[in-house]
T-cell receptor, first 109, second 111 residues
Framework: GIQVEQSPPDLILQEGANSTLRCNFS?????LQWFHQNPWGQLINLFY???GTKQNGRLSATTVATERYSLLYISSSQTTDSGVYFC???????????FGEGTQLTVNP | KAGVTQTPRYLIKTRGQQVTLSCSPI?????VSWYQQTPGQGLQFLFE???????NKGNFPGRFSGRQFSNSRSEMNVSTLELGDSALYLC??????????FGPGTRLTVT
């Protein structure tokens, strides 16, 4: 099956700093999503981005499908951005998501 | 539109018992998928249902089963619970095959 690697595993920032999270995957994908897991465990959709670039406020994402990676950018980070960020991909059976191990982001005031 | 709902939110069971979890998808979504999250194994796919048929299955023992009803609501059942089944169980729904939306999860503790 598809392998998904996220880096870095942990990231500690000061409020206001920018960050880049990376997701590498091992095969062609029909689905790629970025999630933020809130403290109660719910996965919040950030981006559905199997290819191309999208922006939503301080967050943006780019997926280069031909090179099998995706990047999530967080600018001017806030303490509320803290939590775990997951990248998940789906192959030909796009409904079956394979998750990376996540990046634990801590933003200090 | 209401989001994906899961019931119950928290559950404590004893080894050997069985449990049923419920998931109601976003209105109009016909695909429902289930995932298990544990600290050791991360997020793992259990199975997916579409129009009352299991369309995809992960690598879990037969003690884990599910079904989907004609209104797209889904249930998953775990029989003969083991301590290792303690986990956060997440349900996701999608309109097409792709972008998925997750519910708040059911946190199951097996003692």
């Amino acid at each position: 099956g598809i392998q998904v690697e996220q880096s870095p595993p942990d990231l500690i920032l000061q409020e206001g700093a920018n960050s880049t999270l990376r997701c590498n995957f091992s095969d062609s994908v029909n689905n790629l999503q970025w999630f933020h897991q809130n403290p109660w465990g719910q996965l919040i959709n950030l981006f559905y981005i199997p290819s191309g670039t999208k922006q939503n406020g301080r967050l943006s994402a780019t997926t280069v499908a031909t090179e099998r990676y995706s990047l999530l950018y967080i600018s001017s980070s806030q303490t509320t951005d803290s939590g775990v960020y997951f990248c998940a991909v789906g192959g030909t059976s796009g409904s079956r998501l394979t998750f990376g191990e996540g990046t634990q982001l801590t933003v200090n005031p | 539109k209401a989001g994906v709902t899961q019931t119950p939110r928290y559950l404590i069971k004893t080894r050997g018992q069985q449990v049923t979890l419920s998931c109601s998808p976003i209105s109009g979504h016909r695909s429902v998928s289930w995932y298990q999250q544990t600290p050791g194994q991360g997020l793992q796919f259990l199975f997916e249902y579409f129009s009352e048929t299991q369309r995809n299955k992960g690598n879990f023992p037969g003690r884990f089963s599910g079904r989907q009803f004609s209104n797209s609501r889904s249930e998953m059942n775990v029989s003969t619970l083991e301590l290792g089944d303690s986990a956060l169980y997440l349900c996701a729904s999608s309109f097409s095959t792709y972008e998925q939306y997750f519910g708040p999860g059911t946190r199951l503790t097996v003692t």
